[in-house]
Nanobody
């Protein structure tokens, strides 16, 4: 059974930084696609950033230049470094990973439980 556990959320002042982590555990052969999404109160969940196993990254316009997605495949962990945070970044952040449990299995998608990020003075 694969599990994703997120950490690193919290309260930060505008202009501050946070680094979110998403650790995957269980039967993992490879992480093919990794991503961070967020959902603010009363809004739909939206894409923040994605990273493929080949190193290709994609960012929402709101995240470009401020957020960086990365991974440590030895630790099966995905990160989201968030700088210059704004009040509108306040949301629950979820990690999403498509991974293979064995070398012959098809990728399966998993979600983390979410971590709250609040940007406020």
């Amino acid at each position: 059974q694969v599990q994703l556990v997120e950490s690193g959320g919290g309260l930060v002042q505008p202009g501050g930084s946070l680094r979110l982590s998403c650790a995957a555990s269980g039967s993992i052969f490879s992480m093919d696609t990794m991503g961070w999404y967020r959902q603010a109160p009363g809004k739909q969940r939206e894409l923040v950033a994605t990273l493929t196993s080949g190193g290709f990254t994609e960012y929402a316009d709101s995240a470009k230049g401020r957020f960086t997605i990365s991974s440590d495949n030895r630790k099966n962990t995905v990160y989201l470094q968030m700088n210059s945070l704004k009040p509108e970044d306040t949301a629950v952040y979820y990690c999403n990973v498509a991974l293979r449990s064995t070398w012959i299995s098809s990728p399966k998608e998993y979600w983390g439980q979410g971590t709250q990020v609040t940007v406020s003075s």
